[in-house]
């Protein structure tokens, strides 16, 4: 079993033609003492078994491509991306030049694509560090000047998203024309982004993938075959093999949720990222008191609360206010009052053994047996960032450990998974289990 120690600091780096930029996550300095029970647990294991689950749904010779902007959704993008080469992954995709100089920092080979716009300065840039990018109509060829290197570009197209792209196969076929008088530029690959792949009417994605394979057609009668087209992303994945195309984008199944659960089961997908909290007050409240900012708890019978150390700052949403629910001693309490920047109080009132130092679910599997107030005191700060990792991944393929999945959370919290994922404030430790 191997055990890592990372944590995200922020540090000043340099690329290694000198260009200057903020590393968000350097991926390298460890965590030498942990203090606040709030911490969260990355399965890198789990993340590897997505993966291999992903690729064994992909037709015969279809390439897969794992997004890994906002910091791979949260989860730390150099960990994440040395798990994704391991397991064979052909490219990863960002959404800025700055997140793509990131990655070259520690990987100067991997294919990365930029998913969003760009402009003549990134042009530059981008093929310097053998970086694609999407063509969209945002930066006309002809503004690009000549490239000491090659530059790889995808034409977006515009299917139905009103996102990004080019939206007539007349656009398409001009752009087509104009990369054909440049030999500093390469036709990659041809794309569209489904806007509805995961609803139960699957009418929108179909439309638009017909729309896409018109502009594919009209190419090939001009005698351009592009060499990848792609559309389908988790949801078209997990749909079958219709829109697999040459590549698949997939995100948010890679780190072990559906897009819609209801509509595309997944169970066999593992939560990768896991965050947990403690108890730090357990108090007897009254009939009649009111319970957090502006008083929008009142209690109505006798009740035992507990205060717990997360709060919104820490990316625990403010809205899950008198509606969210987190899990203590097995069982499942509602958040009571308002979510604090800091803090939270949760109605510990059928929980009777519920005490100071116990171990809260914020979302994710069911702490550890061995987690317990008492081991935590007596390791002292030093030694707990190694145990809490060491005896998490001792436990994590148990059988029988409840989940508080994110597909629970999000709903309540007016939100998806990916969001509570990407907004875990960077003062939140990320501890690295690999299994």
Known sequence: MAVRIRHGPSAAGVTPAGWPFVLCYTGTSEVNAVYRTTFAIVDLSALAHNIRLLQGRLAPGVRLLVAVKADAYGHGVRPVVEVLRRE??????????????????????????????????????????????????????????????????????????????????????????????????????????LACADASD????????????????????????????????????LRGDAWQFDMVRVGIAAYGYSPDPDVLPMPALRPVMHMYTSITRVADVRPGETIGYGATYTAQRSMRVATIAVGYADGFPRILSNRGVVRVRGCEVPIVGRVCMDQAMIDVSDVPAAQVGDFVTVFGIDPPSAWTASAWRALGPDNRANWLQETFALAANEEG????????????????????????????PKLYVEA
């Open 202 to 237: 699957l009418s929108h994605a179909t439309r638009q993938v017909e729309r896409l394979l018109e502009a594919v057609r009209a190419m090939g009668d001009k005698g351009c075959t592009p060499p990848l087209v792609h559309a389908a992303n988790s949801a078209g994945l």
């Open 88 to 193: 064979g992954v052909h490219q990863v995709a960002v959404a800025s030049l700055e997140e793509a100089l990131q990655i070259r920092t520690f990987d100067k080979d991997i294919p990365i694509l930029i998913l969003g716009a760009v402009g003549v300065d990134e042009c530059l840039v981008a093929a310097e560090y053998k970086l694609d990018v999407l063509y969209t109509d945002v930066c006309p060829l002809s503004d690009i000047p000549r490239l000491p290197k090659p530059l790889a570009m995808h034409i977006a197209i515009d299917t139905g998203m009103n996102r990004l792209g080019l939206k007539s196969t007349d656009a398409v076929l001009s752009v087509i024309e104009a990369m054909a008088d440049r030999e500093d530029i390469r036709l990659a690959g041809v794309c569209t982004h």
């Open 401 to 428: 450990r409840n989940v508080l999945s994110l597909s629970t959370v999000a709903p309540l919290a007016e939100t998806i998974p990916y969001e509570i994922l990407c907004q875990i404030n960077r003062r939140v």
